[in-house]
């Protein structure tokens, strides 16, 4: 997979040969990313009070509605994004030629990775 500047940003060229590996990274990061999102906020995302008092209470409610709608709902979107261009890097390895098997055989998830050991 070779990257070429463009505009500031960089170019990935798929290939008939690299669209699988390319697809498989966007993906892996995807899983891995989603299963940092579960660890470090889903199960935590709510801040503890730091009193009794009613402020307390109040600013607990805001600061975590901010912790969602500024670090989970983006990384979210973020997760989806890679999903997005995987699936899109799919329908490139079909206009390839690439078998719908292939395709599916080029990443498989770690939780079914774990299942097979």
């Known amino acids: 997979m070779s990257t070429q ?9 798929v290939t ?14 995807a899983e891995s990313f989603q299963r940092f999102i579960a660890d470090n906020f889903l199960h935590r995302a709510a801040i503890g009070l730091c009193g009794g008092d009613p402020i307390s209470r109040d600013a607990q409610e805001l600061f975590t509605k901010k912790i969602r709608e500024n670090v989970v709902t983006p990384a979210h979107q973020y997760v ?8 899109q890097l799919a329908a490139t390895a079909r206009t390839f030629g690439i078998a719908e098997q292939r395709i599916a055989d080029s990443f498989r998830p770690r939780t079914d990775q774990a299942s097979r050991a």
Not at 5 to 13: E, F, K, L, N, T
Not at 22 to 29: D, F, G, I, S, Y
Request: no cysteine.
């Open 5 to 13: 500047p463009a505009g500031g940003s960089d170019v990935i060229r």
């Open 80 to 87: 989806q994004r890679l999903l997005d261009l995987a699936d």
């Open 16 to 29: 008939p040969e690299n669209v699988l590996q390319a697809r498989a990274v966007l993906l892996t990061e």
